[in-house]
């Protein structure tokens, strides 16, 4: 598990760009198209913003979401509405490309809906993960990551593509992806960035093994290629 910081958000939000962006053009060089799946949250709107200025073949380039709120897409709180505002239309990415989570839905009826179009897009089976390219995660500074909060069982399901959750402090209902999948994302990238993340980042790190305590422990420990892009504030409980 690698990490890098930067002076500044910006500074930090630029090089996870100028990586994802790396990752997707190493995989554009095979036949297929590219897959990455993106975080919400405030965090990563600079990241999508610079990912939207890459000069990528974005006619190949497919977007999935790590996590949604069930909220209508047009809702602030909507992760595909932020996306959608800093990465898919700046990037003009066409719509075909674009396999968001219903949050509109009943959030059972969102996540099984999700789950049939990944299994759809990827070709699998039943009981198979998707391999996406590239999987881009946030850390909250409870140590939550993706919708998988401390505590909650789905942190140990390692059966599932993805699955509803509520999450109880903040009273809202979400759908999330599962531990497998980001074990089987072929490089993962977070994207941490603030003064009051730096215990989280810490705790990630240097804490026993306990994805239940600190679910951003989740695949950073055994996953491939995993890169930590940090500000010099979030980074500075590291040494
Ligand atoms: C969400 C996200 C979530 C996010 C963290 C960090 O829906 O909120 O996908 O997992 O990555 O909450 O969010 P910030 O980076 O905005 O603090």
Not at 142 to 171: C, M, N, Q, W
């Amino acid at each position: 598990m690698h990490w890098h910081s930067y002076p500044t958000a910006q500074e930090a939000s630029e090089a996870c760009a100028t990586h994802i962006a790396m990752r997707l053009e190493d995989a554009l060089s095979g036949e297929g198209d590219a897959t990455l799946a993106v975080s919400g949250g405030e965090t990563p709107r600079r990241m999508f913003e610079a990912l939207a200025r890459s000069q990528l073949d974005w006619s190949r380039v497919h977007i999935f979401w790590v996590d949604e709120r069930a909220v209508p897409p047009t809702s602030p709180l909507s992760n595909y509405r932020m996306v959608e505002e800093s990465l898919i239309r700046p990037a003009r990415i066409p719509r075909r490309n674009v396999h968001r989570i219903a949050g509109e839905l009943h959030p059972e009826t969102a996540a099984q809906r999700y789950v049939q179009d990944i299994q759809e897009f990827f070709g699998l089976t039943e009981g198979e993960v998707p391999h996406f390219d590239v999987i881009h995660r946030g850390l909250g500074v409870d140590g939550h990551t993706a919708s998988l909060f401390p505590g909650d069982p789905l942190t140990e399901d390692h059966e599932r593509i993805a699955a509803a959750v509520y999450v109880e402090k903040l009273g809202q209902h979400r759908i999330t992806l599962l531990p497998s999948v980001f074990l089987a994302a072929r490089h993962t990238v977070f994207l941490v960035t603030g003064a009051e993340k730096a215990p989280a980042v810490r705790a990630v790190f240097h804490e026993p093994y306990n994805p239940k305590l600190y679910p951003g422990q989740t695949v950073s420990h055994h996953g491939r290629n995993v890169v930590w892009f940090l500000d010099d504030a979030a980074a500075s409980l590291m040494d």
